[in-house]
């Protein structure tokens, strides 16, 4: 993988800060640099910050939390969808702060990413984990209930090929939401496997990361977008 | 933890000592020399005791130190306190143990240190270690047998083709006792304990290149080293079916784990995922691991997923059919030209499809014709054949007239003959017959699926 160092450098400067794991720019970060594609966003301390940014992305933008202390964001109040203007903007602003203030108090808050809306796709998970025995492994799961319920996933070891990718793909049970099921659009499953053949690869050669999670990876008819993305190091 | 290595001597020993060899009836060394004088091994078998002059009629060594030359294999059935010194005093006489005793590593932290301590001193002595806390080795290709359970208790297989791989000692004997009252054959049965040395990837690497291994089964609980397990069992199912049964499936996964990968990734999901890069297939549980050693112990790999089923029991025919298809099996209707070739040969009142119901009619010959017939060409890869003795007609010559043979049928035969008294006393002449019988339409469906390569599962 030719961004390896690249991304060692982001792994090895959070570990370096004590961190046990990358927050959603870092980790967005490191799986661009494996050409996994993200959306448009850039992170802000402040207030004007967000206002140029939005403003240079494009109404309607999200907007997100970023703090090494809270892997599950949106748990928290710490994400906002769909900001249609600079007063909305402002007032989801208000809202997170202080939210995550009487939620997680203690907290740090790194700053905030201002980011372009995603358009509606399917949404799956493509994760990857290191097993003490096994080594990395990658797992594949279509979004929301299928995955947290129904534990509708399938595993491989990494590094795959596009076939076991594409064999991943195909043998969960939820499928057909990818292929028109009802009416719905065909998504591209060459984008998922790649995706998930990229996530292999990071696992199979970044040692220090122990879990990485691309939820949601959203899927077009053409393309994929890795909305939200964490990694777990150690 | 382990360095590999050849131990194909474990396979051939020229000679095999049995440490602290006892006179005395019901003692493991002594079970233990009486049945390998019993399974008729043919080289030099020498009990070791100070303080016998002999044992079993057998010549006694004072200690291994004593020992004119190298001996292959020494059986330790010694207290675990004893096996380091033993062990040390063993060096340049011994090239492999197989140490039976238990109060080792599954027993708290003084046996851990002790079997460090053992692991150590063999890796000083330069001698390999099976187990410890195993019953070792089992095989009915060179006739050694460290199995300390009684043959009254526990039946010895014939030979054959297939291999078992058990981390589990009494799992390898039950299952050993259970294929030598199927008649089922095996080449080697290792129970390799806590794999302080020799685990089953020394032991995959063996069966891969042992020509007198056909199947491969593993039994087990954990893995040492899941990589070099991984690389070992697929160069190994490259050559020949491999298949394993994981337990304890539903330990805790990564508890700490912070995304939902993480969480939902138990340690059985990554244990499949290995089996599937190794190429191994997985059995799930007991039945199935007694469903694939009749199937690979009898009949040899399916070319393919489509199952004939042929049968005197409508109902029974059905009932195959819908196992079948959950498994992932395809019972495919029967082509134009073979439906117009049996309705010349068979009474209309035959059901003539797939399954194909012979009905209160059938008869031996209508039975074996049904085989030969769809089973020559390329229609379909795997017969089952699911006979009810209900029909007067059939006779006790059934079972020898659907045998394979050549010119018969060389593809794979699976028998269900489910019934009370009658049936149950039939289950003998499949046997004899080299067929593997079940007694379930679900057993003999998981047989099948699983010469056909394994089910589809999720």
Known sequence: MAEKAAIEKIVKEAMSLGRKALVEPEAKAVINLASILVPRHRVVKDMAGAFEAASDIGYPVALKLVSPDMLHKSDIGGVALGIKDSKELEASWSRMVLSAAHEAPAAVIEGFIVEEMAGRGTEVIVGGIRDAQFGPAVMFGLGGVAVELLKDVSFRLAPVSREEALGMISEVKSFPLLTGFRGGKPRDLDAVAETIIKVGRIMDEVSAIKELEINPLVVYERGALAVDARAVLG | ?458
């Open chain 2, 1 to 458: 933890m382990t360095g590999g290595g050849d131990i194909s001597f474990f396979f051939k020993p020229e000679s095999v000592a049995v440490v602290g060899a006892s006179p005395e009836p019901g003692k493991i060394s002594n079970i233990i020399l009486g049945n390998l004088a019993g399974a008729g091994f043919g080289k030099r078998l020498v009990p070791v005791n100070p303080g016998q002059a002999s044992v079993m009629g057998l010549e006694c060594l004072p200690s291994l130190e004593e020992s004119p030359e190298v001996i292959d294999i020494a059986v330790f059935a010694i207290p675990a306190g004893l096996v380091p010194g033993a062990l040390k005093r063993a060096e340049g006489k011994v090239r492999g143990a197989v140490i039976v005793s238990g109060g080792f590593g599954e027993a708290g932290e003084r046996g851990k240190l002790l079997e460090k301590e053992v692991l150590d001193t063999a890796r000083k002595a330069g001698v390999r270690v099976i187990g410890p806390n195993c019953l070792g080795i089992y095989d009915a290709v060179s006739k050694v047998d460290t199995f300390f359970i009684p043959v009254d208790r526990a039946g010895r297989p014939g030979r054959g083709g297939l291999s078992i791989l058990s981390q589990s000692g009494s799992f390898a004997a039950v299952a050993m006792d259970e294929l030598a009252a199927e008649g089922i054959g095996v080449a080697r049965i290792v129970s390799y304990g806590n794999a302080v040395d020799v685990n089953e990837s020394d032991c995959l690497e063996f069966l891969a290149s042992d020509p007198e291994t056909s199947a491969v089964v593993i039994y087990m609980e954990s893995v040492a080293d899941g990589r070099r397990f991984v690389e070992a069992a697929s160069r190994c199912s490259s050559e020949k079916p491999v298949m394993a049964v994981k337990v304890g499936k539903f330990g805790a996964g990564a508890a700490a784990a912070r995304s939902h990968t993480g969480a939902i990734a138990g340690r059985y999901e990554i244990y499949r995922a290995a089996f599937r890069k190794a190429g191994v297939t997985e059995l799930d549980g007991y039945e199935e691991f007694q469903a694939a050693c009749k199937a690979f112990g009898l009949q040899g790999r399916a070319g393919g997923k489509r199952v004939m089923i042929i049968t005197d029991g409508g109902g029974m025919g059905v009932g195959i059919a819908d196992a079948c298809h959950a498994l992932g099996l395809e019972a495919a209707p029967l082509p134009d030209e073979l439906e117009k070739e049996l309705r010349a040969v068979f009474p209309p009142y035959f059901s003539i499809s797939n399954p194909l119901d012979l009905t209160g009619s059938a008869t031996d010959e209508s039975f074996a014709m049904s085989v030969q017939k769809t089973m020559s060409g390329g229609h379909y890869d795997i017969a089952i054949v699911a006979a009810l003795w209900g029909p007067p007609a059939l006779t006790d010559s059934l079972p020898g007239m659907l045998a394979q043979k050549p010119g018969f049928s060389e593809k794979p035969i699976i028998v269900c003959t489910p019934g009370g008294e009658y049936s149950r006393s039939r289950l003998r002449l499949f046997r004899e017959a080299g067929l593997p019988v079940f007694t379930t339409p679900e057993g003999a469906v998981r047989a099948a699926a699983v010469l056909a390569g394994g089910r589809r599962r999720r």
